[in-house]
């Protein structure tokens, strides 16, 4: 069957912005903020860090493992990516993506990449979220919008943010493989900045992807290259992108087996670790460092297990996390899951970035790129997602389930009652809705979500 040409509004028709070359107060800037005080600032704040986690000893009367030394140099690797993101105009070209588009490639042709869903689970998890959604909401946004939208679109409206500043993009690139707002918001963000932007049109899997999706895909990443390489000024090299796309590769699969230590009876690791350190496989994968990282916290957890260090003492309950953190409150979650002996072992949120690892083929990028980001969980039918669910209930052992009710993620919550009964019916587990959503703290209620989750608890007693 021959692939239906990609129509033709997936490539919106505002000129890239003349380059006009390197603006040489940019590159100062860039050099001075970043290269010479920026980055051995963070590199000097991590090794205070690393010294201040490694002097933490566990209390006896503490439930928790102390936090993981590595999410030092994950908060580091972070901070220089924003900040080197901040000085980037007028240096390097900027591409705002989803975080289910096929990066590989702009990665490839240098550009600093910008997740806007990242930088706003950020502001989310440092309590910055509620105000700058209200900016959005304010100039006519409604709150029913996703809450990384609205984190985003009050950025861009109010400069508010907790990375300094954001870079204005070259470009934007947005993959409909997660939902659908994103194509609309980032329609917005292309009329409002006046930047070219690509879509990336995925067809919704009720079945593994057919060849004629697959092609479909690829042609619509084949005609986004000549873009991007305008936009970069220029060419892609095959062997830069190959290299790029084994990084992406070995960084998926170390994430895999760092989320598989979860396994281990009692589990070295909480889903409260795999949010937290999440950041370089969704912003930062295709790079070296990232499978650095990844080698050396696989490395630290394996000592945990050789030193019998487990995440929650006394676990009890090994339970699966569905749908997005709650990154307002994972303290408080985590401590509330701890006193019941309920250790949150598995995420299916974290997990994304990994169980797509075995199907890449770093020898054949555009075919990789196109079957693998055909394949998220989101784009995958309800009845997938709960195939998915009871694999990983059997694999990791499971007491129960947290369906985190998402008021923000519809994609993602769409189905939750169904998967709920039938993870009841079928597995004999404990199951609870909690509802909340992922960055907008008004809609949570602590009392409500204390009453659910003591109910779950003696669901699972
Ligand atoms: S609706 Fe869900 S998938 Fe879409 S941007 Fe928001 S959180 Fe992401």
């Known amino acids: 069957m021959n692939p239906p040409p990609p129509p033709p509004s997936q490539i919106s028709n505002i000129e890239p912005r003349k380059s006009g070359g390197l603006s040489l107060i940019s590159v100062a800037s860039y050099v001075f903020n970043y290269q010479l005080v920026g980055k051995p600032f963070l590199a000097y704040q991590r090794h205070q860090d690393e010294r201040k986690l490694k002097a933490l000893k566990q209390k006896p009367q503490q439930l928790l493992a102390p936090p993981l030394v590595r999410t030092a140099r994950m908060k580091e690797m972070m901070s220089r990516h924003y900040l080197q993101a901040r000085y980037a105009n007028g240096v390097r ?16 042709l240098g550009f600093v990449l910008i997740y806007p869903e990242n930088h706003a689970a950020l502001c989310g998890a440092r309590k910055k979220a509620e105000e700058i959604c209200t900016e959005a909401e304010n100039a006519g946004y409604s709150r029913d919008l996703c809450s990384y939208a609205r984190t985003d679109l009050g950025t861009l409206l109010s400069g508010k943010t ?10 934007l ?11 609309l918001w980032y329609r917005v963000l292309a009329s409002r900045m006046k930047v070219p932007l690509v879509l990336i049109d995925t067809p919704f899997l009720y079945e593994p992807a057919q060849p004629h999706q697959i092609e479909f895909v690829k042609r619509q990443i084949e005609e986004m290259i000549p873009v991007a390489e305008r936009v970069a000024g220029k060419s892609l090299s095959m062997a830069r992108l190959k290299e ?50 990844y080698r050396s916290l696989l490395e630290e957890i394996d000592e945990r297990i050789a030193a019998g260090i ?17 990154w307002y409150r994972m303290g408080w979650l985590s401590k509330t899951l701890g006193k019941q002996g309920i250790n949150l072992v598995a995420s299916d949120y974290t997990y994304a970035w990994g169980e797509l ?94 009453g659910r989750i003591e109910a779950f608890a003696e669901m699972l007693h």
């Open 93 to 108: 070209k900027v591409a705002w993506v989803t975080s289910g588009a096929p990066v590989e490639i702009l990665q490839a």
């Open 162 to 171: 907790i990375v300094g500043r954001l870079p204005r993009p070259d470009l």
């Open 173 to 183: 690139l947005c993959c409909n493989n997660i939902c659908q707002t994103v194509h």
């Open 244 to 293: 790029v796309a084994r990084y992406s590769k070995d960084a998926a699969e170390l994430w895999l087996e760092i989320l598989n230590r979860g396994r281990q009876k009692p589990s070295p690791i909480t889903a409260f670790d795999g949010f937290t350190n999440m950041g370089p496989i969704v912003d930062l994968r295709g790079e070296a460092e990232t499978v650095e990282f």
């Open 310 to 326: 487990p995440a929650v003492k006394g676990e009890k309950y090994r339970v699966l996390w569905d749908n997005l953190p709650i």
């Open 357 to 450: 690892a075995p199907m890449m083929d770093v020898e054949k990028p555009l075919d990789t790129a196109a079957r693998v980001y055909l394949h998220p969980i989101l784009n995958r039918s309800t009845g997938d997602k709960l195939r998915s669910m009871k694999r990983m209930v059997k694999d990791f052992d499971l007491h129960g389930v947290i369906l985190h009710s998402d008021r923000s993620c519809k994609p993602y919550s769409l189905g939750q009652i169904d998967q709920r009964d039938r993870l009841t019916k079928d597995l004999g587990l404990a199951a609870v809705l909690l509802e909340a959503d992922h960055n907008d703290p008004r809609a949570f209620s602590e009392e409500q979500a204390l």
